[in-house]
Nanobody, 121 residues
Framework: QVQLVESGGGLVQAGGSLRLSCEAS????????MGWYRQAPGKARELVGS???????HYADSVKGRFTISRDNAKDIVYLQMNSLKPEDTAVYYC???????????????WGQGTQVAVSS
């Protein structure tokens, strides 16, 4: 069984910073794509950023230049450094990993439980 444990959410003032972490545990052969999504009240879940390798990253236009996604391949951890936070960044943030549990397995997608980020004006 694979578990994703997120941490780092909280309440911060506009202009502040937070760093989210998501650590995968369990039987894991290889983690491919790692990503962060968010969902604000009444809105659909949206992609914030994703990473395949250090140089292969993608960001939503709304967070470019402010958020940075990175990964620790040795520990199966994905991070999201969030700077210059705005009230509109308020949402529940979810990590998402595409991984193989065993060499012969297909790639499956796993989700974290979500961590709340609230930005006050």
């Amino acid at each position: 069984q694979v578990q994703l444990v997120e941490s780092g959410g909280g309440l911060v003032q506009a202009g502040g910073s937070l760093r989210l972490s998501c650590e995968a545990s369990g039987s894991i052969f290889r983690v491919n794509r790692m990503g962060w999504y968010r969902q604000a009240p009444g809105k659909a879940r949206e992609l914030v950023g994703s990473i395949i390798s250090g140089a292969d990253t993608h960001y939503a236009d709304s967070v470019k230049g402010r958020f940075t996604i990175s990964r620790d391949n040795a520990k199966d951890i994905v991070y999201l450094q969030m700077n210059s936070l705005k009230p509109e960044d308020t949402a529940v943030y979810y990590c998402n990993l595409d991984l193989q549990r065993y060499p012969s397995d297909p790639v499956h997608s796993y989700w974290g439980q979500g961590t709340q980020v609230a930005v006050s004006s």
